[in-house]
């Protein structure tokens, strides 16, 4: 009787996992089919842990007692789990058998997956002709206060009906998603994933890095930094006898600087390391909310005929574009 109830929660726990197989697959992208792998190259080899030290493990991250370069990353990707699932995870890992191949390959592979498939974020809004006519004020001889309100509602009897759209910033996990295209030409991408756990980016403490760094983000799918963000392209300025030199050039004295706009970019200085004034990534990269606008987009970019740019950037080359 022992022994059949023994085998009945072995076969709980086994389904367990199997319940969870999607999750465990997502982690194949970082970890490897067999997680042999380290994880962005810094965390410890999973399969050669035991059960025990890795339900320690999971368990740590989700509480935040255990962890080091991916503690941030790794907690929002547990926080769901519960000792079930850990343990069920745990025994999935040790087993040997790996993830399934077509889970492995969809999310190890998602490289290939996202080169092929960029999402337009302006589909279906700046074609909507329909609408843009709607709110074209200009056309109308008379406007009432509810269509220059943005809630659409009469202005003098606002009530709590009408409030603003709840921003929904939730997306697939890093390495499960597809990318955004750029909203225009050398624009800053969307992050087309969550950035549970990702958040607040320090310089000491940049889970960005891992995945989007050029020598891994291939492997993961990830947008590799581009070369201008490991470019240092501000201009050598010091105060020198009473003058403001800038570049070799004085553009100011006795403690005010003049007209500085005859100056072309600074020289370039290239580096393989991440240029620090850069390092907060979320600074000019955002989430990209599931809402509706609240008025129409009449903006069309322009790639200059160059498709292949609604997902690459060519800024380092076009620096000094309109002051050559």
């Known amino acids: 009787m022992t022994k059949v109830i023994k085998v009945i929660a072995l076969g709980s726990l ?59 990353m790794m907690k929002g990707q547990v926080a769901s789990l519960t000792d079930a699932n850990i343990e069920a ?3 999935s890992v040790k087993s040997g058998t790996g993830v ?15 080169q092929s498939k960029v999402i337009d974020i302006n589909k279906g809004v700046q074609n909507a002709p329909e609408r843009i ?18 809630r659409k509602d009469n202005l003098y009897k606002e009530n709590n009906k009408e409030l603003p759209v709840k921003t929904d910033y939730s997306r697939p996990a890093p390495g499960s998603s597809t990318k955004f295209e750029r909203a225009y030409l050398n624009a800053p991408p969307m992050i087309p994933h969550s950035v549970d756990g990702l958040l607040p980016i320090t310089q000491n403490n940049n889970q960005c890095l891992g995945c989007h760094m050029p020598d891994v ?22 105060l020198k006898d009473g003058k403001f030199v800038k570049e070799g050039k004085t553009v100011g004295m006795n403690g005010e600087l003049g ?40 903006f069309i970019p322009d790639f200059k005929g160059q498709d292949k740019m609604k997902a690459h950037s060519s800024l380092a080359d076009a620096m000094n574009e309109g002051v050559e």
């Open 217 to 238: 983000s291939k492997g993961v799918g990830a947008t590799a930094i581009p070369v201008s963000h490991f470019t240092n392209y501000r201009p050598k300025t010091e």
């Open 133 to 150: 006519a709607k709110e074209d004020l200009g056309n109308k001889k008379v406007v009432t206060e509810s269509t220059l309100g943005l």
């Open 89 to 91: 995870i745990a025994i």
């Open 14 to 72: 086994i389904a367990s996992s199997y319940t969870y197989a999607v999750s465990t697959a997502a982690c194949a992208g970082c970890h490897g089919q067999y997680f042999e792998k380290k994880a962005m190259g810094k965390s410890k080899v999973v399969k050669d842990m035991s059960k025990e030290d890795i339900i320690k493990a999971l368990k740590g991250y989700k509480d935040g007692s255990y962890g080091g370069a991916m503690k941030a």
């Open 259 to 298: 007209n500085v706009s005859d100056i072309k970019i600074a020289k370039a200085e290239k580096s393989d390391k991440l240029y620090q004034g850069r390092f907060n990534c979320s600074q000019c990269h955002a989430p990209q909310s599931k809402t509706d606008t609240d008025v129409a987009n009449t």
């Open 100 to 114: 399934a191949t077509d889970k492995a390959t969809e999310h190890a592979s998602a490289a290939a997956v996202a």
